[in-house]
């Protein structure tokens, strides 16, 4: 009898740290989603049903952001995965220095977002960043660029910046992933008259499926979840044009003390990506 | 043709390399240039001298010696905390097949998922509640549980790869489970122990908006620290990145030296499956 019960001693640590940390707050969202609760009359909290995520729905604002948080993730994992990739392919061939290259090129993925967003803010400012330094004298601007004080270059700006934090994240792991393609693959495919490309589209890519999917939803799920960038450099301006869904949902409750509203948007992303996870596990199930 | 190949795969390396190293050292020197440097316009490339005044100036005038020290306090606090959850859970996983194993397995993967900003306000309220805002402990109750999944995670898979045997054999010496989890595992998986470890050091070192809400005033890491300098001191691009060198220093670091072991834990599963 004690030994059917050792596992679930040895796991209650951390499952009651779970529950009272996770699991707790998670549901108590999901109750606040359904009640007014503002965070300066924390004493009256009516229920009052759907009407949170009727306001959420109906305002134009949750659209935007969420048509936005679809750009960040798609624009921004795209960009990390291409990148990624071919630093994974270019690290994967024999060269001299490669060693030195494979450990530093992790560099970013070590660095918190709030140094990320400042060594970006720095490398864009408008009148002492380098970029626009260089920009200018290699005469590929005509003049210097207000990055983040522009819609579009603001946004651009972002995902330039969390490309740079998520690439090696790709490259790390793709790699990781052709080292574990055996070589007689290539060398049969070799035999049977594959080129390079007929080699890569018919040996790496099935081979490197698992890993790619795999890496995809992480980095999307971490992508579309993170706001902690966006607020460190832009606060999700200028106006709006850098908020997206979660940032939405984390102003409209702190900034906002609308934990009401703030709640219900929380819970809709959270049904978002679940669609993207059970989407991800049925797919991947029957293969 | 294949020489030129290699030549053009070397310089496409060269130039990813730059990309990714180019910001952080531009930080760094940043940090060592005098301030007039800094705000020279036209903007001058090379420096004109490098000094270590940003740095004595940050450390002395302002508040940034406490908040590495509070950085520091959290970060050990979590991993302590984290390895002291995470490593019972992950011998009960590697070595026991009882009801709920798949399910809880499942549940902590998921919970890896859960959006922060699902959590934080309750969060908040709860650590208020208890009185438990500003102090060392939300701050790392708070860390050490949101990487609770991927530490299990790893850890799992490292004990996997001890025999059961040894720990058969410890027990029939007469070793108790704490006994064989402390004397047996723990030195076998050193290893990854230690990768665990430094993941759970630089995600607590790195971490932001956990430390902004259940922290900012009496504990104030120096993510928290950082992000108000940018606020206060717009201008003063030194200081911000003496400050932006002084934390970016430890956490890469400590990452160069346990990558591979944690890129290898990453995709290990995703490998093999």
């Not at chain 1, 700006?157 to 790699?175: D, E, R, S």
């Not at chain 2, 060269?14 to 005098?34: D, G, N």
């Not at chain 2, 549940?107 to 102090?135: E, H, Q, S």
């Not at chain 2, 410890?170 to 076998?188: E, R, S």
Request: charged share 10%; hydrophobic share 60%; net charge positive.
């Amino acid at each position: 009898m004690r030994e059917a019960a050792t596992p679930y001693a040895l796991l209650g640590p951390a499952l009651a740290a779970t529950a009272l940390l996770v699991l707790f707050p998670a549901a108590q969202t999901v109750w606040t989603s359904f009640h007014q609760l503002i965070l300066f009359r924390p004493k009256s909290q009516p229920f009052v049903g759907l009407d949170n995520y009727v306001w959420a729905l109906g305002d134009p604002v949750f659209w935007q952001s969420l048509t936005r948080s679809l750009l960040w993730v798609v624009a921004s994992v795209g960009l990390q995965f291409t990148l990624g990739f071919i630093t994974a392919l270019l690290l994967h061939r024999r060269f001299a220095w490669r060693g030195i290259a494979r450990a530093l090129v992790v560099v970013p993925w070590a660095l918190p977002s709030v140094i990320i967003g400042l060594i970006w803010t720095w490398m864009l400012d408008f009148n002492l960043g380098l970029i626009n330094t260089l920009g200018v004298r290699l005469g590929l601007l005509d003049a210097p660029v207000a990055f983040m004080s522009q819609p579009g270059t603001a946004l651009a700006a972002v995902i330039l910046a969390v490309v740079w934090q998520g690439f090696p994240f790709f490259a790390v792991t793709l790699l990781a992933g052709l080292q574990g393609i055996p070589a007689e693959l290539y060398e049969a495919a070799s035999i049977d008259g594959a080129g390079p490309l007929s080699r890569f589209v018919h040996v790496t890519l099935p081979g490197l499926a698992g890993v790619i999917a795999t890496a995809l939803l992480l980095r999307m799920i971490w992508v579309a979840n993170s706001l902690d960038l966006i607020l460190v450099m832009t606060g999700g301006g200028p106006g709006t044009a850098t908020q997206t869904l979660p940032l939405h949902a984390f102003l409209t409750a702190w900034s906002g003390g609308d934990f009401g509203h703030g709640s219900a948007l929380a819970v809709l992303l959270s049904l978002l990506l679940l669609g993207v996870v059970v989407a991800y596990v049925a797919r991947s199930k029957p293969a | 043709m294949k020489r030129l190949g290699n030549i053009a795969a070397q310089t496409a390396m060269a130039a990813i390399l730059a990309f990714a190293l180019l910001p952080w050292l531009w930080m760094l020197l940043s940090s060592l240039r005098p301030d007039a440097d800094l705000t020279a316009n036209p903007v001058r490339l090379m420096p004109t001298g490098l000094t270590l005044a940003n740095h004595i100036e940050l450390l002395r005038r302002t508040s940034f010696a406490e908040n590495l020290r509070d950085s520091l306090i959290v970060a050990t606090g979590a991993v302590t905390l984290g390895l002291a959850l995470a490593l019972p859970a992950a011998y009960a996983f590697s070595r026991y097949r009882f009801p709920g194993r798949g399910a809880l397995r499942i549940t902590f993967l998921v919970v890896n998922m859960f959006p922060v900003v699902l959590l934080i306000l309750p969060l908040f309220l709860l650590m208020r509640r208890l009185g438990l805002i500003d102090t060392y402990f939300a701050l790392i109750g708070g860390h050490a549980t949101f990487t609770l999944p991927f530490a299990i995670w790893l850890l799992t898979s490292y004990v996997d790869s001890i025999p059961a045997s040894l720990d058969e054999a410890a027990a029939i010496d007469g070793a108790t489970l704490p006994q064989i989890v402390i004397h047996v595992i723990l030195p076998l998986a050193l290893p990854g122990v230690v990768a665990v470890a430094t993941y759970l050091f630089i995600a607590s070192w790195n971490e932001y908006l956990f430390a902004l809400m259940l922290g900012g005033r009496d504990v104030r890491t120096v993510t928290v620290a950082l992000q108000l300098f940018i606020g206060e001191n717009a201008i003063q691009w030194g200081l911000l990145m003496a400050a932006g060198s002084l934390v970016a220093l430890p956490a890469t670091m400590l990452f160069l030296l346990a990558q591979r072991r944690l890129a290898g834990g990453l995709t290990g599963g995703a490998v093999k499956g």
